[in-house]
Structure formats: C-alpha cells, structure tokens
C-alpha cells in the first residue's frame, strides 16, 4: 500500500496503481534517482492507441513538480518504458484553461493570464511532450479543405533517440487537444 502515495487521485484506476507500483520499485532498486524521485506524485495516467499494435501511457503530473520530473525525466522514461513492455511514456504537466471573459460570465477579477489560454496550455503541452528534445520550428498548413496542420520539426542532434516516438507524439497530441500534427526532423 506504500505505492499509493505516489497518487494524487481517491480512486485510481488498476493503469495508475501499476504505474505507482513501478515508481515505488524504482525509488528502492534505483539509488542514483532516489533522492529526485522520492517526494514526486502523479495526478492520473491513461492509454492512449498510437496504432493497432501499440500504445503509450500518458503521466499527469502536478505543474509545481514539473521541474523536478525533468531533472530525471531521461532515466525516468527509460526505466518506466522497460518495466512496460516498451510502451512509450509521456510526461505532461497539468495545467488549466480559463474562458475568455464574457458578458454572462463577467466576474469581479483579474484578467485571464496569457498562460491559461487555449493557445499557451497546447503550446505547453507540445513542450512537455517533447521535453528533452528542442522544438525548431512549427509551421501551420492549410489545407485546400481548410482544415489546419500543425507541422512541428524536432532538432536533428536527437533524431537517433526520437524517431521511434513520432507517432506516439501524433497520437497523444490529437488525443490531449484534438489538433491534427506531424513530427519531423528538418531536412538540411
């Protein structure tokens, strides 16, 4: 019962007790990491399907600690991704969306913080998605259907680590905000 204080959640589901289980095991074989992950909670996990075959397990963690998971992050997400049979593992931090102020939801309050909007919180999210790996450019396509794409092109240096994971950053971005992306490494 000691892996359920890695949970920030009442009832967790059997994905979230799992992955707790697997931190906690982590925090006592894991000496070079146990001091960084030994305060560390997650909000909630889930499956996302990349494809047919495969899936990626996405971790909700609380913005304050987010600093602190990435200090590990590298190791954290090797780890976690061999004791899941090679399903790829997401960090991203919780963050919130407030509507934008309106004539029926006028409240005696501060403006909206440019970091609560909709743009930021999937801006963010992209970061958090790819964080070890620079953003260099983003490009939005659109088409002649005038649906938009979101081209993101990762640094090449970390091309040989990454390219596994193209799909499974596509798949959880739709998934998290419902935007079509493609992840690529710019051509020289």
Known sequence: MTHLRKIQKDKPDALEVQLA?????????SPDIRPELAP????SAREVEVSASRKAIVV?????????????????????EKKFSGQHIVIIANRRVLKKETKTNKVKRQS?????TVTAVHAAILE?????????KKRTRVRSDTSKLLKIYLDPKDQSTVEGKLDTYTAVYKRLTGKDATFEFPTL
């Open 112 to 116: 909206r913080p440019f970091s609560r």
């Open 21 to 29: 289980k697997a931190l906690c095991e982590l925090e006592a074989n």
């Open 128 to 136: 958090d998605m790819t964080y070890p790996v620079d953003i260099v």
């Open 40 to 43: 560390l909670k997650f909000l």
């Open 60 to 80: 909700m963690v609380p913005f304050i600690q987010l600093q602190y998971y990435r200090k590990i992050q590298s190791k954290l997400v090797r780890e976690l």
